[in-house]
């Protein structure tokens, strides 16, 4: 999945559907994210392309909401309610999932599994 | 008797193309046509009959399935459409939005949405050229929309005056910004405050305008229909309404993006239940008696009718879509059994077939005007009756709030950034307090130092300087997002360190320090 800026993205897209937690005041989805154009790509464990600044899933907590809805660890989300994550700072990818005011959020999520799995099927 | 239950069979055969015919539904209508070819045959028998009850109750049969045909035009059922997640981007001139020239425009903006004969309104959102999309968090839902629905949308504006801009700032700042007012406007100030004639004391008091209250003008509209409706998010065209002259014109991009989403009452209501008995499959005589329950594009057979409402899992599920034949009577596996029905579903090469026995003549004709509902209904909400959509009940609406101070630096001036670092240092000095004896962080951007060790290890420990307030200008909305438990014990190391993840990337804006060195992860 490497990107060529100014040109459109094709993906295989996975829907995951995360009902929040509220914890106390809080409302929590259960996992942890990484990436953001403002940082560092080559760090990045997960990305098959080392140039990818996209937000990932760095790690799911063991019963929480967004493994139950089925997200995985290195998952790459491409968009949060409509709301594009291929192109945004960390904070503004924290910011996206984080408000208040929604208690269901609905990602679009891509993992090199599904891609391969796709590919697979459509050779045979 | 044999020639007895042909009759009835091709009867019901008839019955059933004439109910296809007033669908208008062309598919099933030429899977039936071909099914009643082959038996035409058959129906001369009924001129063949030399016994007389046979012909009397033949007839009577006839009469039946005539009255029913004659019952007039279905109609679909009813189901609920829901809007959520509308967003309307807006197209700033960079001049304006980057270079923060003149005062602060602000407009008052909402949307009315009507669907048939409800109207419905969504919160009022204040909007300035610091934001870059109208943003509604209100899911609106109409009860009782037909699938030939039109959800019609208006976004009303009105401009706000000047005033109320200024009137929210610090009194410091404000008399900064009334020397550098945008050409216009200061035109307009001067001019105001020469009518209003020395006055004295602040030159902020403006004069209120004559008109009361502000006046809403159309922005812009666009009508979704059933073909809008799907389970995401979709950009739709807006048909703008107003230009540049008028008074509460915003520079819209054009587009409205929302998740529109309808659920037919055919996909989360039972049409029809009662008992049924199965025939297993090979075993020509053994029949399982069940408690059917057809909903959506299921018929659940449970083992008895309670199984249905205490969340039992029913025995079995026989789908039921649009590519589902169902037939009345089948001859040959039923002898003996009347008010049979069959339904057949193609999975790839395999054709399944389910043979069902309904209670009486009565219970069979419910059965089957329950499935021709069903499949006139999938035919009109296409899409919708694929899958359930999901709809979540509309959040209690909030009282309408000012757009929210952030309680940020960023938000609450807009001056150049590397201007006056006086003034910014002013404003976190009366904010803190006179608490800081150390230096904030960012600081060292400027004097080339070091403050604080890398802040790249995510699972470390908060950086070591000790100090009563973990970050310079107190952003408390942090804490509450942090996955971690708060842990109040007094020594104990955070296992996220918030101070990190905010200053980086806020600092990196605006003193381009070259590329970044940090790969953050932050918890949700």
């Known amino acids: ?122 050779l045979s | 008797m044999q020639d007895r239950l042909h009759i009835l069979e091709d009867l019901n055969m008839l019955y059933i193309r004439q109910m296809a015919l007033s669908l208008e539904d062309t598919e099933l209508q030429r899977k039936l046509d071909h099914e009643i070819r082959m038996r035409e045959g058959a129906c001369k028998l009924l001129a063949a009959c030399s016994q007389r009850e046979q012909a009397l109750e033949a007839t009577k049969s006839l009469l039946v399935c005539n009255s029913l045909m004659t019952r007039g035009q279905r109609s679909p059922c009813r189901g609920r ?23 602060l425009h602000r407009w008052a903006v909402f949307l009315l949405l009507q669907l048939g004969e409800h109207i419905q309104d969504t919160e009022m959102i204040l909007v300035d050229r610091t934001l870059t999309d109208i943003s509604f968090q209100n899911n609106v839902l109409f009860t009782e929309a037909g699938p030939d629905f039109e959800l019609r949308l208006e976004l009303y504006g009105a401009c706000m005056e000047e005033e109320g801009a200024l009137a929210g700032a610090p009194k410091r700042l404000a008399t900064k910004l009334s020397s550098s007012l945008g050409r216009s406007s200061g035109r307009r100030v001067r001019a105001s405050l020469e009518s209003a004639g020395g006055l004295g004391s602040s030159p902020i008091l403006l004069p209120t305008p004559a008109v009361g209250g502000p006046r809403y003008h ?37 587009s409205v993006c929302c998740r529109l989403v309808a659920q037919p009452l055919c996909m989360t209501q039972p049409t029809a239940n009662g008992t049924l008995r199965v025939q297993q499959a090979g075993e020509l005589q053994d029949w399982a008696r069940v408690h059917g329950v057809l909903k959506g594009t299921s018929l659940f057979c449970y083992r ?51 043979t069902l026995q309904t209670e009486s003549r009565g219970a069979l004709h419910s059965w089957m005007e329950a499935l021709w509902q069903l499949f006139f209904d999938m035919s009109q909400w296409k899409q919708c009756c694929d899958e359930i959509m999901k709809i979540e009940t509309p959040a209690p609406r909030k009282t309408p709030q000012v757009l929210a101070k952030q309680g940020s630096l960023y938000h609450e001036m807009a001056i150049e950034p590397l201007d006056d670092i006086a003034a910014v240092t002013d404003i976190l000095a009366q904010r803190e307090g006179a608490r800081l004896e150390t230096p904030p962080p960012w600081l060292a951007m400027f004097t ?47 296992s996220v360190a918030p101070l990190p ?24």
């Open chain 2, 448 to 494: 080339e130092q070091p403050a604080l060790p890398n802040p790249c290890s995510p699972a470390s420990v908060a950086p070591a300087p000790a100090r009563t307030h973990p970050m310079p200008w107190g952003r408390p909305r942090t804490f509450s997002l942090d996955a971690v438990p708060p842990d109040h014990s007094p020594g104990a190391p955070r």
């Open chain 2, 501 to 524: 993840q905010q200053r980086s990337p806020r600092s990196r804006g605006l003193f381009n320090k070259g590329p970044p060195r940090t790969w953050l992860q932050s918890p949700v």
């Open chain 2, 81 to 103: 459409v829901c809007i959520s997640d509308l967003r309307i981007p807006l197209m700033w001139k960079d001049t304006e939005y980057f270079k923060n020239k003149g005062d």
């Open chain 2, 304 to 354: 008895q009718p309670e199984d249905a409402d205490t969340g039992e899992e029913p025995l079995f599920t026989i789908a039921i879509n649009k590519e589902t034949r169902v037939r009345a009577g089948e001859l040959d596996q039923t002898v003996g059994r009347p008010f049979t029905l069959t339904i057949s579903n193609r999975y790839g090469e395999d054709e399944v077939t389910h």
């Open chain 1, 1 to 122: 999945m490497s990107y060529i800026p100014g040109q459109p993205v094709t993906a295989v897209v996975q829907r995951v559907e995360i009902h929040k937690l509220r914890q106390g005041e809080n409302l929590i989805l259960g996992f942890s994210i990484g990436g953001g154009i403002d940082q560092d790509p080559s760090q990045n464990p997960f990305s098959e392309d080392k140039t990818d600044k996209g937000i990932y899933v760095t790690r799911v907590s063991e019963g929480g909401p967004a493994e139950i809805a089925g997200l995985q660890i290195g998952d790459k989300i491409m968009q949060v309610n409509g709301w594009d994550m291929t192109m945004v700072t960390h904070d503004q990818a924290r910011k996206r999932l984080t408000k208040r005011s929604e208690e269901v959020v609905r990602l679009l999520v891509t993992r090199q599994s599904l891609q391969k799995a796709v590919q697979r099927s459509m």
């Open chain 2, 218 to 254: 159309l922005l812009a509209h666009t009508t979704l229909t059933l073909a809008a409706v799907q389970d995401g998010f979709r950009t739709h065209d807006l048909t703008l309404a107003s230009h540049e002259e008028n008074p509460a014109w915003l520079p819209l991009y054009g």
